[in-house]
């Protein structure tokens, strides 16, 4: 790096505050050892840094963001109060940053405590936007009559939080404990307004419309309990409530294309945004001890959501239909486990889950018009579509010592799923269970060697598929299972070591493979059918002295997918079929070095690097090969050095310098809206942050 550039652009503030540190007088130089280690120390860290390089991805969530100036600003205060016993507590972290936080502690061991904390969070939004909608941020937005390039516009939401805590000891082994957060959220983020539908026909006419969705909303969580902690019985009980409001309660879209008559996109305005809600929820917990090798733990709880947000007047009317939702889920949750040892050489461990989703929303004729537009079949009914869900889950797994230093692991878990609702735009079944056996093998193969060999096989299966239809009542889209409810049988192989070949050096080695084969509706070769995944990973860490040690690791993960599928009818009354072979590789690797080359003297070195990549193999049967989607691949690498100098007791300073790299050919966010906003991303974004900070300290 130019030494001059340092000179120049790095804040002369900082030198001077090098000097005054410098210059300050020693904290004491009779210091005593055993003071040191019983009284809480309180540091101090501040001073500034710049930021090489405009960027989108290295400041999303920090706002280092533009090239320039930062300050550094940390603390950390611990006092304590000797003759009453309590405890100050107060840390800032990146309080020179946007994404600071803060927490102030005050407590008393054994009897009481509480703290307020606040944080502050940004998100910018990664990708440039071009654009002439106006309005941005607010719940009024122009979008223009015919489409204009217009002007970069930042969109980005920020939370600002602030909590609250108290507990108190209370007699008999109890302790209370209450806590409450507000979350506030504002900004913009991407969002739009659109048509598939259009002028009737094969090929439907219409467009999407860049229209940002103000964010103006406040997230409350609230809750208390009352604990019990004995010599065999533990206990846990209380409530857990959160409310949601939306102070923006429709999206109001002046402007826009007329295409399309009333099924244009301009036709669709008031939009309306997310809804208020809410929750509340009590539960139970606890475990208790039967023996000193057998526990048993149970949790009970019952939540009711619901979302009686009024409707807009001017955005819904619809005969039959109340002034809100009266959406309402009743949840309903048990779950309890053993573990125990019966016999010096058997454990086991059990465990059940129940959970039943009851929606119990009204379904009512929010559309009376669905079965006149059918102009494509489509498979819309007009009416509300609750989803209830029943889980039912449970696992057994006993572990047996056998000669040699052996040990075998056998379990069986079961997943059962019941599903509410009907079938919409894709096929739907309503019950699936899915039954996995696992066996393992376990060995120390020597003092400095162990190892571990496992296969696991599953089995998912279900229900009979239910037939769509369209709003007419024709059938409709039922060639394809859903991943998530085709059957499917799946095999896995997992491998696993550790080494210690030197008492300096500890090496961890991970292998499985899993194979998938799906099953298909029947009368239908379309949809996934088979799939795998490898994934590698190296762990080693070497300690070459007292004072220098060091970690590396290694992973690479693959997962591939087989699937065939076809296109809506062509304007030549053809359907073009297609296969796609989809991978997804992952190669990441990283080390860490850090050392104490004097007593004075800390140094560290962290070096990260990803590669990813998405490939489609996509082809089409038909003739001519068109279509093809091209492959998307994505490095980051991230180098970050630091350098810690005590220039005495309690004083010194800090130099740290991060390098970041982020490159893509990601070429699905390169889209253009029809009003002619465009968004774009830098592909290759590489910057450096360079910081100088000094940091007190005191007992």
Not at 63 to 80: A, S
Not at 290 to 295: H, I, L, M, Q, V
Not at 468 to 489: H, K, Q, V
Not at 643 to 649: D, H, I, L
Request: proline share 5%; aromatic share 12%; charged share 20%.
């Amino acid at each position: 790096m130019n030494i001059r550039i340092l000179k120049d652009k790095f804040p002369q503030s900082i030198i001077a505050v090098t000097l005054v540190l410098i210059n300050a007088p020693a904290w004491s130089s009779d210091h005593d050892p055993i003071k040191e280690l019983t009284k809480p120390k309180s540091t101090v860290n501040f001073g500034a840094g710049y930021l090489f390089n405009d960027n989108a991805r290295f400041g999303q969530y920090t706002g280092l963001r533009n090239e320039g100036p930062y300050g550094i600003f940390n603390v950390d205060i611990v006092r304590r109060n000797d003759e009453t016993g309590t405890w100050l507590k107060l840390l800032g972290r990146n309080l020179g940053l946007q994404n600071r936080d803060v927490r102030f502690e005050h407590n008393k061991q054994g009897n009481w405590g509480y703290f307020i904390d606040y944080s502050q969070t940004p998100r910018y939004e990664p990708f440039t936007v071009n654009t002439a909608v106006t309005g941005i941020g607010t719940a009024d937005v122009h979008v223009p009559t015919s489409p204009t390039s217009g002007d970069p516009a930042q969109l980005k939401t920020e939370r600002q939080s602030i909590g609250f805590g108290y507990n108190k000891f209370l007699p008999g082994n109890l302790e209370f404990q209450l806590h409450f957060r507000n979350e506030d959220k504002d900004g913009a983020r991407l969002f739009g307004r659109g048509n598939r539908l259009g002028a009737p026909g094969p090929r439907a006419v219409g467009g999407f419309e860049f229209i940002p969705e103000p964010i103006n909303s406040t997230i409350r969580q609230f809750g208390a309990s009352l604990d019990y902690v004995g010599k065999q019985l533990q206990l846990s009980g209380g409530y857990y409530g959160t409310m949601y409001n939306n102070k923006n309660s429709v999206l109001n879209v002046t402007g826009g294309s007329d295409v399309g008559g009333i099924y244009a996109p301009s036709a669709f305005s008031p939009i309306a945004l997310a809804p208020d809600n809410q929750s509340h929820q009590a539960f139970l917990a606890g475990g208790y001890n039967f023996t000193p090798s057998t526990r048993g733990t149970f949790k009970a709880a019952y939540t009711r959501a619901t979302q009686t947000d009024s409707f807009s007047p001017t955005l819904f009317s619809a005969p039959g239909v109340g002034a809100n939702l009266g959406g309402r889920i009743d949840t309903a949750l048990l779950q309890a486990g053993l573990t125990a040892r019966p016999l010096a050489k058997l454990s086991i461990n059990t465990n059940f889950r129940f959970e039943d989703r009851d929606d119990k929303t009204p379904v009512l004729l929010y559309n009376p018009m669905a079965t006149l537009l059918d102009l494509n079949g489509n498979s819309w009914h007009g009416f509300n579509n609750p989803r209830s869900f029943r889980t039912i889950t449970s696992k057994f797994e006993a572990s047996y010592a056998l000669p040699k230093d052996f040990r075998l692991i056998g379990s069986i878990d079961h997943d059962h799923r019941d599903r509410g609702g009907f079938a919409t735009n894709t096929s739907h079944r309503h019950r699936t269970d899915e039954i996995s056996y696992r066996a393992e093998l376990r060995r120390s193969l020597s003092e400095t060697i162990t190892g571990t060999i496992a296969y696991i096989h599953s089995d998912r299966f279900g229900s009979s598929f239910f037939t769509n239809t369209t709003g007419t009542g024709d059938p409709f889209f039922n060639l394809i299972a859903p991943f998530n409810l085709a059957d499917r049988a799946r095999d896995k192989i997992r491998l696993m070591a550790n080494w210690d070949p030197i008492e300096s050096l500890s090496l961890q080695l991970a292998i499985d493979e899993s194979r998938d084969n799906y099953g298909h509706r029947a009368g239908s070769d379309l949809g996934l059918r088979k799939g795998s995944a490898r994934n590698y990973s190296l762990d080693a860490t070497y300690t070459f002295s007292e004072a220098w040690q060091a970690t590396a690791w290694f992973s690479r993960n693959e997962t591939h997918i087989d699937q065939t599928s076809r296109n809506p009818i062509t304007d030549n009354g053809f359907r073009e079929v297609w296969n796609a072979n989809l991978q997804d590789i992952g190669t990441s690797f990283g080390l860490d070095i850090n050392g104490k080359p004097t007593d004075k003297l800390e140094t560290g070195a962290s070096l990260l690097y990803s590669d990813f990549t998405n490939k489609f193999n996509q082809k089409v049967i038909l003739d001519p090969q068109i279509n093809t989607v091209p492959n998307i691949s994505t490095q980051y690498g991230s180098l970050r050095l630091h350098a810690k100098y005590e220039m005495r007791k309690n004083l010194g300073l800090r130099l740290d310098y991060i390098l970041d790299h982020f490159k893509t050919n990601e070429w699905t966010w390169n889209w253009r809206y029809t009003d002619g906003t465009k968004l774009t991303q830098d592909t290759n974004q590489m910057v450096s942050f360079v910081f100088l900070s000094a940091f007190y300290s005191w007992q």
